[in-house]
Protein backbone atom coordinates (compact mmCIF):
# COMPACT_ATOMS: atom_id res chain seq x y z
CA UNK A 1 0.00 0.00 0.00
CA UNK A 2 1.94 3.30 -0.78
CA UNK A 3 1.92 5.76 1.94
CA UNK A 4 0.24 9.31 1.34
CA UNK A 5 3.89 10.87 2.00
CA UNK A 6 6.12 8.17 0.74
CA UNK A 7 8.19 11.05 -1.19
CA UNK A 8 8.90 13.39 2.10
CA UNK A 9 9.78 9.97 3.56
CA UNK A 10 12.39 9.51 1.13
CA UNK A 11 13.65 12.54 1.00
CA UNK A 12 13.71 12.85 4.72
CA UNK A 13 15.92 9.61 5.11
CA UNK A 14 18.47 10.54 2.78
CA UNK A 15 21.25 12.01 4.51
CA UNK A 16 22.88 15.32 4.41
CA UNK A 17 26.47 14.59 2.84
CA UNK A 18 25.01 12.15 0.46
CA UNK A 19 25.16 12.19 -3.41
CA UNK A 20 22.46 10.56 -4.92
CA UNK A 21 21.91 9.05 -8.43
CA UNK A 22 18.88 9.82 -9.79
CA UNK A 23 18.97 7.45 -13.22
CA UNK A 24 16.02 8.07 -16.08
CA UNK A 25 15.27 7.21 -19.50
CA UNK A 26 13.71 9.74 -21.78
CA UNK A 27 10.46 10.52 -20.05
CA UNK A 28 9.38 13.96 -17.88
CA UNK A 29 11.11 12.24 -14.72
CA UNK A 30 13.89 15.15 -15.05
CA UNK A 31 11.15 17.59 -14.88
CA UNK A 32 9.22 16.20 -12.09
CA UNK A 33 11.84 15.71 -9.91
CA UNK A 34 12.76 18.87 -10.34
CA UNK A 35 9.78 20.31 -9.19
CA UNK A 36 9.32 17.20 -6.18
CA UNK A 37 12.76 18.39 -5.00
CA UNK A 38 12.30 22.61 -5.20
CA UNK A 39 8.96 22.64 -3.56
CA UNK A 40 10.15 19.80 -0.92
CA UNK A 41 13.36 22.39 -0.03
CA UNK A 42 10.52 25.05 0.31
CA UNK A 43 8.50 23.39 3.00
CA UNK A 44 11.71 22.39 4.69
CA UNK A 45 13.32 26.29 4.60
CA UNK A 46 15.82 24.88 2.63
CA UNK A 47 18.05 26.90 0.21
CA UNK A 48 18.37 25.12 -3.28
CA UNK A 49 21.39 25.61 -5.63
CA UNK A 50 21.35 24.17 -8.94
CA UNK A 51 23.71 23.09 -11.35
CA UNK A 52 22.26 24.03 -14.82
CA UNK A 53 24.60 22.58 -17.57
CA UNK A 54 23.50 22.73 -21.36
CA UNK A 55 19.97 24.95 -20.55
CA UNK A 56 18.61 21.77 -19.09
CA UNK A 57 16.57 24.14 -16.25
CA UNK A 58 15.38 26.02 -18.95
CA UNK A 59 13.88 22.87 -20.70
CA UNK A 60 13.05 21.51 -17.58
CA UNK A 61 10.96 24.91 -16.90
CA UNK A 62 9.35 25.27 -20.20
CA UNK A 63 7.88 21.21 -19.95
CA UNK A 64 6.57 22.05 -17.01
CA UNK A 65 4.64 25.00 -18.43
CA UNK A 66 3.14 22.81 -20.98
CA UNK A 67 1.76 20.66 -18.32
CA UNK A 68 0.36 23.46 -16.58
CA UNK A 69 2.90 24.03 -13.77
CA UNK A 70 4.07 27.44 -13.32
CA UNK A 71 7.26 27.48 -11.59
CA UNK A 72 9.88 29.97 -12.02
CA UNK A 73 12.93 29.02 -9.81
CA UNK A 74 13.15 32.08 -8.82
CA UNK A 75 14.01 31.59 -5.40
CA UNK A 76 16.95 29.07 -6.96
CA UNK A 77 20.69 29.84 -7.05
CA UNK A 78 21.96 28.68 -10.22
CA UNK A 79 25.51 27.93 -11.01
CA UNK A 80 25.81 27.86 -15.18
CA UNK A 81 27.62 25.72 -17.31
CA UNK A 82 27.33 26.21 -21.23
CA UNK A 83 24.39 27.46 -22.72
CA UNK A 84 22.37 30.98 -23.06
CA UNK A 85 19.13 30.65 -21.41
CA UNK A 86 18.88 31.90 -17.88
CA UNK A 87 16.39 30.60 -15.67
CA UNK A 88 16.44 31.17 -11.58
CA UNK A 89 19.19 33.15 -9.96
CA UNK A 90 22.45 32.43 -11.94
CA UNK A 91 25.08 33.54 -9.65
CA UNK A 92 27.68 31.86 -11.67
CA UNK A 93 28.54 30.90 -15.25
CA UNK A 94 31.33 28.90 -16.26
CA UNK A 95 32.49 27.88 -20.07
CA UNK A 96 31.71 24.81 -21.56
CA UNK A 97 35.11 25.38 -23.65
CA UNK A 98 37.34 25.48 -20.43
CA UNK A 99 39.88 22.07 -19.84
CA UNK A 100 38.36 19.76 -17.15
CA UNK A 101 41.07 20.58 -14.31
CA UNK A 102 40.23 24.45 -15.38
CA UNK A 103 36.43 23.63 -15.00
CA UNK A 104 36.51 22.09 -11.99
CA UNK A 105 38.83 24.44 -10.16
CA UNK A 106 35.83 27.39 -11.73
CA UNK A 107 33.02 25.01 -10.32
CA UNK A 108 34.54 24.55 -6.70
CA UNK A 109 34.77 28.31 -6.26
CA UNK A 110 31.04 28.57 -7.53
CA UNK A 111 30.38 26.19 -5.11
CA UNK A 112 31.81 27.68 -2.54
CA UNK A 113 30.11 30.86 -2.78
CA UNK A 114 26.58 29.49 -3.08
CA UNK A 115 27.29 27.37 0.01
CA UNK A 116 28.73 29.63 2.20
CA UNK A 117 25.39 31.18 3.27
CA UNK A 118 23.66 27.98 4.16
CA UNK A 119 24.33 25.03 6.80
CA UNK A 120 22.53 22.82 4.75
CA UNK A 121 20.78 23.26 0.72
CA UNK A 122 19.60 20.93 -1.25
CA UNK A 123 21.97 20.66 -4.93
CA UNK A 124 20.42 19.65 -8.06
CA UNK A 125 22.43 18.79 -11.02
CA UNK A 126 21.19 19.01 -14.27
CA UNK A 127 22.53 17.56 -17.79
CA UNK A 128 25.84 16.15 -16.30
CA UNK A 129 26.01 13.23 -18.89
CA UNK A 130 26.17 15.60 -21.97
CA UNK A 131 29.38 16.91 -20.16
CA UNK A 132 30.83 13.98 -20.72
CA UNK A 133 30.27 14.13 -24.25
CA UNK A 134 33.32 16.71 -24.54
CA UNK A 135 35.75 14.58 -22.66
CA UNK A 136 37.76 11.44 -24.19
CA UNK A 137 40.80 11.09 -22.30
CA UNK A 138 40.95 8.78 -19.44
CA UNK A 139 42.75 11.27 -17.25
CA UNK A 140 40.01 14.10 -17.78
CA UNK A 141 37.47 11.75 -17.17
CA UNK A 142 38.97 10.34 -13.77
CA UNK A 143 39.74 14.23 -12.98
CA UNK A 144 36.30 14.82 -13.15
CA UNK A 145 34.88 11.65 -11.12
CA UNK A 146 37.40 12.38 -8.47
CA UNK A 147 36.44 15.83 -8.19
CA UNK A 148 32.38 14.55 -7.34
CA UNK A 149 33.68 11.75 -5.55
CA UNK A 150 35.17 14.33 -3.20
CA UNK A 151 31.76 16.57 -2.56
CA UNK A 152 30.48 13.04 -0.76
CA UNK A 153 30.47 13.68 2.80
CA UNK A 154 30.04 17.50 2.38
CA UNK A 155 26.86 17.81 5.52
CA UNK A 156 26.22 20.98 3.97
CA UNK A 157 24.26 19.64 0.85
CA UNK A 158 21.72 16.64 -0.05
CA UNK A 159 22.68 16.15 -3.88
CA UNK A 160 20.46 14.90 -6.56
CA UNK A 161 22.04 13.80 -10.05
CA UNK A 162 19.72 13.37 -12.54
CA UNK A 163 20.95 11.59 -15.46
CA UNK A 164 19.52 10.06 -18.68
CA UNK A 165 20.81 6.55 -19.27
CA UNK A 166 20.50 6.38 -22.53
CA UNK A 167 22.45 9.88 -23.20
CA UNK A 168 24.82 8.42 -20.75
CA UNK A 169 25.63 5.52 -21.95
CA UNK A 170 26.31 6.81 -25.25
CA UNK A 171 29.61 9.10 -24.46
CA UNK A 172 32.83 8.31 -25.48
CA UNK A 173 33.44 7.10 -22.11
CA UNK A 174 30.05 5.91 -19.99
CA UNK A 175 29.92 7.79 -16.81
CA UNK A 176 27.14 5.66 -14.76
CA UNK A 177 29.53 2.27 -14.13
CA UNK A 178 32.08 5.34 -12.00
CA UNK A 179 29.02 7.17 -10.98
CA UNK A 180 26.88 4.40 -9.54
CA UNK A 181 30.50 3.62 -8.00
CA UNK A 182 31.07 6.49 -6.06
CA UNK A 183 27.18 7.51 -5.16
CA UNK A 184 25.78 6.34 -1.51
CA UNK A 185 22.32 5.99 -3.20
CA UNK A 186 21.05 4.91 -6.91
CA UNK A 187 17.98 4.99 -7.64
CA UNK A 188 16.11 3.77 -11.16
CA UNK A 189 13.45 6.12 -11.84
CA UNK A 190 10.76 4.71 -14.37
CA UNK A 191 7.65 6.49 -15.49
CA UNK A 192 4.40 4.94 -15.13
CA UNK A 193 0.90 6.43 -16.33
CA UNK A 194 0.69 8.84 -13.66
CA UNK A 195 3.10 7.67 -11.22
CA UNK A 196 6.71 6.49 -11.05
CA UNK A 197 8.62 3.47 -10.14
CA UNK A 198 11.72 4.00 -8.13
CA UNK A 199 14.27 1.15 -7.83
CA UNK A 200 17.01 1.27 -5.23
CA UNK A 201 19.83 -0.31 -6.58
CA UNK A 202 22.08 0.97 -3.87
CA UNK A 203 21.17 2.98 -0.37
CA UNK A 204 22.80 4.21 2.40
CA UNK A 205 19.71 3.50 4.57
CA UNK A 206 18.95 0.07 4.81
CA UNK A 207 14.74 0.65 5.01
CA UNK A 208 15.85 1.24 1.30
CA UNK A 209 17.95 -0.85 0.16
CA UNK A 210 16.76 -3.20 -2.74
CA UNK A 211 13.31 -1.38 -2.87
CA UNK A 212 10.48 -0.51 -5.03
CA UNK A 213 8.86 2.23 -4.53
CA UNK A 214 5.77 4.00 -5.87
CA UNK A 215 4.83 7.61 -6.32
CA UNK A 216 1.89 8.99 -7.53
CA UNK A 217 1.70 12.34 -9.85
CA UNK A 218 -0.58 13.80 -7.10
CA UNK A 219 1.63 13.52 -4.61
CA UNK A 220 4.25 15.49 -6.14
CA UNK A 221 1.94 18.34 -7.74
CA UNK A 222 -0.15 18.56 -4.36
Do not use: W
Not at 29 to 40: K, N
Not at 44 to 59: A, E, F, G, K, S
Not at 168 to 192: C, F, H, Q, W
Request: one cysteine or more.
Amino acid sequence: MIRENVLEDILDTLKFGESILIECRPSYIPEFTVLALTRYARRRNLPVIIDDNLDMLYTIKTNLELFGVKEDFSDVNVIKTGGRIEVGNVIRRISITEAPPTYIQKYKQAAQEAFRDSDKALNIVLGLERLFYFVRDPEEFYTIIVSMQEFLGNKSRKAFYIIDKNVAKRAYINPLPEMERIMSTVIDVEGRGISARLFFKKSAAHSFRGKVVEVTMDEILR
